[in-house]
Structures are given as structure tokens and as C-alpha cells.
């Protein structure tokens, strides 16, 4: 069976078609743009050049359409019927604590999601759009919404609580959820498969413009760092990540900034962005650093330091650890912060491998530990859509 997986942005809406049989991609895309002016899709089937071309495309719905002519071309289409597509997966990022798991939808559960909308306000309008556009373009075809946060549900209440009243956690529904749930499922999914058991303490560092950590034990979340939003936790391209929250009022006096205006601060000029003045893509920060600029340095090292500090208060909440494993744009292809965040970890009892770190094939599942340590790291590439495929398999009726 296919299953078409979508990524609906407030702009952009990403896809993937892939074959459930053996798991392989048939076909990737995105529509850019939409609503902007200058819309385009591009689209590249697997094995073949990709195919860019201008259209309007004032809303999601006109950019899903645009997606189902794309993929039934006669020119450069992968399938001959739309009846190939035999069910839709969507990424939604918030579940609030409505869901547990994926969940099909219907009219009763777009109305649940709905209720979440103050939760992600600017990912979940265009995920909300992107569904109930694809149930009129596709009718009658199963549709699942696979969420950013459910992976993270298994979390205890001590873990997720914040200390505030528990009154405004019941009311407002305040608390920890979690990010990027659909990688650091596959990827500790895929850590257990290395190691030949799920029984195991594996943390996932998630890196990169977005990045997070997950405590995995025994398959199950027990902790992660984004919290409520995904400002929580790892410092990132351009948000905070773990700040004083006075620093808000601090800022807001001396400089009469709105509340508005101080979030935004913390979440699109701080970060590696913000400490560099350089940029928040970390090609950019070690070419400056190679050249002597010492900001570009301090934003390196205070992000691998971060890291490094959550791996160490993961190791302790789960009693120990097995398996650390990297995935994500930094985590993936960023040699340096590797180095850094592993550096003086053989306390925990890992041996890692500098010299291997340094030649890693862009791309492939990678053991950077020797083979004396009792802490296994890996490499291991993402693959956020096929657990999205995957979920929506398990729910088509």
C-alpha cells in the first residue's frame, strides 16, 4: 500500500509518498510559498532529477491539489491513479493531553484538535488547514494525524509537572509535551535494533535549528527538554532555550519591550544567532570560528556544553545508560560538536572513537565508539515521515 505523508508550515507543505510494502520512498516534495505570491512545487521521484515549476497556489487546498496532479503526471508522475494512495498521514505538531497516540480523523477529532490550538498557534492553523483540505480533495480516503508530542506522553508526572499552582496546570493545561516525538521514536526505535534489545537507557540528542534531548528507557520516554513550547531546553539556532524567566521582566524594564516583542526576542534572536551575531547555521559558525571570530566559538561551545549536561541528568533520571545516539542537521554532519559534547564522557563509561568522528560518511547509521565501551554512540539518520507512514498504517480501517 502507499501512503501520502504530509507537512503542512503556515507557507510550505511538504510530502512524501512511500511504499509500505518494503518501506521505500517513491516520491518527495514541497509547495512553497503558498498564499505569498510566487508559489512553486518541486518535486523529485527517488532515483530522478527534480521537476520545479511556478503555479498559484493561494491556500493549502489549491497546494494539495497541486500535489495530487503532481504525483499522477503523465510527464514525470509516479503513480497512474490517485486510488494508489490508500491513506494520508499528517504531522500535527500538538497533542495537548487529548492524545496519547496517533488518531484517524474524522469531524469528532478535528474538533479536539481544534481545542488545542492555543498550545502551537502558529504550527497548528496551518496543520488544522492542511487536514480538512486534504478530507475534501481526497473524500473517503483514511487520514491519520500523527503528533509531534505523543511520543512524550509516557513521560511520569514528575517529569512533565512544572511548579507553578496545579490549579493553572488543570485549567490551562501547562505543562511539559515535548518535540520532535516522531524522531526521537525512530531513532531510539532504531538504537534498539542496533543493540539488539529495547531494554535499554538510550538518550536521543535531536540537533539541529530545532534541537532536543529524550531520555528513552526500555522504549519508553521518561524525560525530553522542550517543555510547553519549544523554547524549553537546548539552546538552538535562534531561541534560548533554558533561561532565567526574570530575565523577561529584566529585558522588558530596561528596554520597553512588550511581552510580544521579549518572546519573540527569545525565540528568533537569541540562540547561537544571537550569542555569534553570525548566523544560526553551523557552517557558517565554524567557518567564523576557523577564521579567529571568538563569538562564533562561545555560541559552539555553550551549545555542545548544553547537550553535554543533559546526557549526564538523563544518565542519572534513568539509573544509568546504554546508548547515546545523534541524529538531526548538527547532530548528523557536525563533526565538532560531537567532539565536544563527548569529550571527558568516560565517566559514564564511554570510549568514544575522535579519530572515526572525524571521517563519518554523510548519511549512514555510524558506531563512533570503540568497541570497549560499555556506552554504545551512534549516528543514526531520522526519518520523521516513515514513522508518520507507519503510524498511519496501524490505524487504516
Do not use: W
Amino acid at each position: 500500500m502507499k501512503v501520502l505523508v504530509l507537512n503542512a508550515g503556515s507557507s510550505s507543505l511538504k510530502y512524501q509518498l512511500i511504499d509500505m510494502r518494503d518501506e521505500s520512498l517513491i516520491a518527495k516534495g514541497v509547495c512553497d510559498r503558498i498564499s505569498l505570491g510566487g508559489s512553486f512545487i518541486s518535486q523529485r521521484a527517488a532515483g530522478s532529477d527534480e521537476v520545479r515549476y511556478e503555479t498559484p497556489m493561494p491556500t493549502h487546498f489549491e497546494a494539495i491539489k497541486e500535489i495530487l496532479k503532481a504525483l499522477v503526471s503523465p510527464e514525470f508522475g509516479v503513480i497512474k491513479s490517485l486510488d494508489e494512495i490508500a491513506a494520508v498521514g499528517h504531522r500535527v505538531v500538538h497533542s495537548g493531553e487529548d492524545f496519547t497516540s496517533a488518531v484517524l480523523i474524522d469531524d469528532r477529532s478535528i474538533v479536539r484538535i481544534e481545542s488545542n490550538y492555543e498550545l502551537a498557534p502558529l504550527h497548528m492553523v496551518p496543520n488544522i488547514t492542511g487536514m480538512k483540505a486534504c478530507r475534501e480533495v481526497l473524500p473517503g480516503v483514511p487520514q491519520a494525524a500523527v503528533f509531534d508530542t505523543t511520543f512524550h506522553a509516557t513521560m511520569p508526572d514528575y517529569a512533565y509537572m512544572y511548579a507553578i499552582p496545579y490549579e493553572d496546570y488543570r485549567q490551562y493545561k501547562i505543562r511539559k509535551y515535548g518535540f520532535h516525538g516522531t524522531s526521537h521514536q525512530f531513532v531510539s526505535g532504531e538504537a534498539a535494533k542496533l543493540m539488539g534489545t529495547d531494554q535499554i537507557k538510550t538518550v536521543v540528542c535531536h540537533l539541529g535549528n530545532g534541537a532536543s534531548v529524550s531520555a528513552v528507557k526500555n522504549g519508553k520516554c521518561v524525560d525530553t527538554s522542550m517543555g510547553l513550547t519549544p523554547l524549553e531546553g537546548l539552546i538552538m539556532g535562534t531561541r534560548s532555550g533554558d533561561i532565567d524567566p526574570a530575565v523577561l521582566q529584566f529585558l522588558m524594564d530596561k528596554t520597553g519591550m512588550t511581552i510580544q516583542e521579549a518572546t519573540d526576542y527569545l525565540n528568533k534572536k537569541s540562540g547561537v544567532k544571537g550569542v555569534s551575531g553570525v548566523s544560526s547555521d553551523f557552517r557558517d559558525l565554524i567557518a567564523a570560528m576557523d577564521e579567529g571570530n571568538d563569538r562564533a566559538r562561545l555560541a559552539i561551545e555553550m551549545f555542545s556544553y548544553r547537550v553535554k549536561k543533559y546526557i549526564g541528568s538523563y544518565a542519572a533520571a534513568m539509573g544509568g545508560l546504554d546508548c547515546i545516539a545523534f541524529t538531526g542537521g548538527i547532530g548528523e554532519n557536525t563533526e565538532i560538536v560531537r567532539e565536544l559534547v563527548m569529550k571527558d564522557m568516560e565517566y559514564l563509561g564511554v570510549d568514544f572513537d575522535f579519530k572515526k568522528n572525524r571521517n563519518v560518511k554523510r548519511g549512514a547509521v555510524t558506531a563512533l565508539s570503540t568497541e570497549r565501551s560499555r556506552v554504545s554512540v551512534y549516528i543514526i539518520p531520522t526519518n520523521e515521515e516513515l514513522v508518520i507512514a507507519r503510524e498511519t498504517v496501524k490505524l487504516k480501517p
